[in-house]
Each structure stands twice: as structure tokens, then as C-alpha cells.
């Protein structure tokens, strides 16, 4: 489906109409557009976003975006890593047409106040969102904003964020955007630690207490398996040995798949959970088939 990747560097553009002059033109050669946004601070997990995207189109934008409409008050906004450079340099290996890299003015010309929202009411609410207030209703906006201005075929996302693409497939589902969303497994470190941004954040000796997270989502998983249905007692061992490990967990919870709360005859779980250390909060899920092959 790719052409081969060249090794040159993205061109940075940062305006909207500039970004639409390069679009009608693939468009009119009929190249297909892959978008992987993200907030920058590229990691190899974002790496195998935009592998996926070129594997999938003629055509890779990146976005680069730290969007302030996701972060709650007293949150990293103004922490959050930022390294416009070394993210292109990271994505230069990858074959990237363009990285889009707006100002704030640039997205939202009349500011934040008032500004049109995009909300996926319900799945926004729960788990990370009870903890993140407005934080998926930023999304959202910022996601429905981006994919009017690149109209792309496919959207590329981390499953990682688990709730993120389930709220973004539902939005995409709802409000007939025509782009095929593509969610790519979660990236780790060889201790099972999802990769993410935040890690920057962690000491050595943090990332060896953060691994403990990914340990419990499989003791959870391997109970699942082994056929326990005490749900509530599960996620509470894992809440215990979360706090154990150092932790302060926010939640621990067993779903389904589309993150209503499994019955007596769900097969397929997904457990997802979320941890403060120190000052850094982290994330991470694993989906879970019980189903007799
Ligand atoms: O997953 C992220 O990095 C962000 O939430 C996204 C999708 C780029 C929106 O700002």
C-alpha cells in the first residue's frame, strides 16, 4: 500500500490553510491520508502508530498539539514535555509526508471560552474521566477539530488509551465521520511498563515500582482465566498490591469490552486501571478472552 519511506525530514507546518494547499494536492493524485495525532513527546509506542498509518496509505500526517483543553486545572499542561525537534528527528526514519504542529491561536482563533465542544456523553464520565474532569470532552473537540481541518481516510490511536479510542469510535460512529479509526497495541518496556510520555517523569527506581501495574493487570487476567468471577474481590487484590507496591491507585476495574460491566456470561474482559506516582499519573488495560477456543 506504501511508497517506500523516505528518509528526509517532515516539513513542519503550522498553519491550517498551508496544511489544506498540500492535502488537495495528494488528494488529486488520489493518495490516501493517514493521520497519528499526538501530543508530542514521541516515544516508540507513537513510533508504531505511524508504522501502521504507512503501512495503511500513500500519505502520513502527523499532528504535534499539546492540547490544553484535555487538562484539567492543577494537571501537567504547562509540565507536559515538549520537544518539537527531537520528535521530528524521531520521525524522520519513519517516512512522514508532514507534521502538523499548530499554535494554540492557530486551533482556536476566538480562545478557549465559549468554544464549540464535541462531547460523548456517558463513556466520557466514567473511569479516567471520573478522575480527569473535562478531560475526554477535550478530547474529543480536539480530535473532531483535527479530523475537519486533515479529513483523513484512516486515524491511527493507541490502545493504551483504551477509553480514549473507544470514546473516539463511538464520536467517529455517531457523527458519520468518514475515517476508518485503527487502535495499535500498546508498546512496553521490557518490564511490562506501558511506554508513554510521562515516563520522562519516573526515576529508575519509579519505573521499577510503575512495572508493578502491568504485573497486576496479568495476576487479574490469569484469575479470569482460571475461571474466578468474584470481580469485585479481584479488583480489590489488585487495588491492595497497587498501594502495597507504592502506588495510589484511582481505579482498578474489570469491564467488557465496550466498558459496561461484565454479567454472568461475559467471555471477552477488558481491566483497565489508573495510578498516581509521585507526581505522575499513569495508565494502562489489558483486554482478556476467556472464550473456549
Ligand atoms: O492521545 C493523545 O495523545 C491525545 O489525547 C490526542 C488524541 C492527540 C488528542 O489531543
New binding site residues.
Given amino acids: 500500500m506504501s511508497s517506500t519511506p523516505s528518509a528526509a525530514e517532515p516539513p513542519i507546518v503550522a498553519d491550517i490553510a498551508g496544511l489544506r494547499r498540500q492535502l488537495v494536492e495528494w488528494r488529486r493524485s488520489g493518495d490516501r491520508i493517514a493521520f497519528v ?3 508530542g513527546s514521541l516515544h516508540d509506542g507513537h513510533l508504531a502508530l505511524v508504522a501502521e498509518a504507512r503501512r495503511r496509505a500513500e500519505r502520513v500526517v502527523v ?1 504535534i ?3 490544553p483543553l ?1 487538562f484539567a486545572a492543577g494537571e501537567d499542561f504547562a509540565a507536559y514535555p515538549r520537544s518539537l525537534e527531537a520528535d521530528r528527528a524521531r520521525l524522520t526514519p519513519m517516512g512522514v509526508d508532514l507534521l502538523f504542529a499548530p499554535s494554540e491561536a492557530e486551533l482556536y482563533p476566538s480562545g478557549r471560552e465559549g468554544l464549540t465542544q464535541v462531547i460523548v456523553p456517558g463513556l466520557s464520565g466514567q473511569l479516567c474521566g471520573a478522575w480527569r474532569d473535562g478531560h475526554f470532552e ?2 474529543t473537540t ?2 473532531s477539530l ?1 479530523f475537519h481541518i486533515v479529513q483523513p481516510d484512516i486515524a491511527v ?2 490502545e493504551k ?1 483504551y477509553q ?1 479510542l473507544a470514546i ?1 469510535r463511538r464520536m467517529v460512529n455517531d457523527l458519520h465521520f468518514p475515517v476508518e479509526v485503527v487502535g495499535v497495541p500498546t508498546a512496553r518496556e521490557a518490564s511490562g511498563l506501558a511506554l508513554s ?1 510521562r515516563n520522562a517523569f519516573l526515576s529508575a527506581a519509579q519505573r521499577g515500582q510503575a512495572s508493578r501495574i502491568y504485573r497486576e493487570l496479568q495476576e487479574a487476567a490469569r484469575a479470569l482465566q482460571a475461571g474466578r468471577r468474584d470481580i469485585a474481590r479481584i479488583e480489590e487484590q489488585a487495588l491492595q498490591a497497587l498501594k502495597t507496591a507504592g502506588l495510589e491507585p484511582q481505579f482498578f476495574e474489570i469491564r467488557q469490552p465496550d466498558l459496561s460491566a461484565p454479567d454472568d456470561a461475559t467471555q471477552q474482559f477488558v481491566i483497565l486501571t489508573a495510578a498516581r506516582l509521585g507526581s505522575t499519573r499513569l495508565i494502562d488495560n489489558l483486554s482478556v478472552n476467556c472464550a473456549k477456543a
Avoid: A, K
Fill in positions: 495525532p499526538t501530543m499532528s498539539f499539546v492540547n484535555q477535550g478530547v480536539v480530535v483535527l490511536f493507541g488509551d480514549q473516539i510520555s
